[in-house]
T-cell receptor, first 113, second 113 residues
């Protein structure tokens, strides 16, 4: 079966712009979680969506938002980009809410200049 | 406040020898622990997990040990192979509806041929 698909793979944006990242989960998976990975910080939890509802949110500013569609695909948006937002953004899908059975996508590498 | 810590950013081991990766946690509510492996340009892949009701879980060359009193877990890889060279992340979660994963910062394992 197809894995978790994240698009685009690479992105370069200018400070102050906004960006939208996309994640298509494994077929049948209804939970999508987003993580930010920066050097030395590991993976920081952003938020989780299940059945189009945000179930949990990490400690990130309101500039980071997301949504999930009826087909379980999810998008993450970052507004007013800052240099520090440069990171690898990973999406993980699971058949159930709450962190179990995660399968990660390959990520979107965002560079803010 | 890092609730999951991997204090060794890197580890080098000779092929055929044992690799021991360590992880400490501070949140006593964590009751489920996982190890993920990550290659460059790929998302993390699940390796092995352990529930707090156990102190050891084994899967082929990989064994995870949990010491609840010390809030410490370790991943043993025996024998180590060059293909094991990757970044290893320790993750933990607490039971309940919001079972999100909290990750450590990762350890880069290099297995030398």
């Amino acid at each position: 079966k197809a894995g978790v698909t994240q698009t685009p793979r690479y992105l370069i944006k200018t400070r102050g712009q906004q960006v939208t990242l996309s994640c298509s989960p494994i077929s049948g998976h209804r939970s999508v979680s987003w993580y930010q990975q920066t050097p030395g910080q590991g993976l920081q939890f952003l938020f989780e969506y299940f059945s189009e509802t945000q179930r949990n949110k990490g400690n990130f500013p309101g500039r980071f938002s997301g949504r999930q569609f009826s087909n379980s695909r999810s998008e993450m948006n970052v507004s007013t980009l800052e240099l520090g937002d440069s990171a690898l953004y990973l999406c993980a899908s699971s058949p159930r809410t709450g962190g179990g059975g995660y399968t990660f996508g390959s990520g979107t590498r965002l560079t803010v200049v | 406040d890092q609730q999951v810590k991997q204090n060794s950013p890197s580890l080098s081991v000779q092929e055929g020898r044992i690799s021991i990766l360590n992880c400490d946690y501070t949140n006593s509510m964590f009751d489920y622990f996982l190890w993920y492996k990550k290659y460059p340009a790929e998302g993390p892949t699940f390796l092995i997990s352990i529930s707090s009701i156990k102190d050891k879980n084994e899967d082929g060359r990989f064994t995870v040990f949990l010491n609840k009193s010390a809030k410490h877990l370790s991943l043993h890889i025996v024998p180590s192979q060059p293909g094991d060279s990757a970044v290893y992340f320790c993750a933990a979660s607490a039971s309940g509806s919001a079972r999100q994963l909290t990750f450590g910062s990762g350890t880069q394992l290099t297995v030398l041929p």
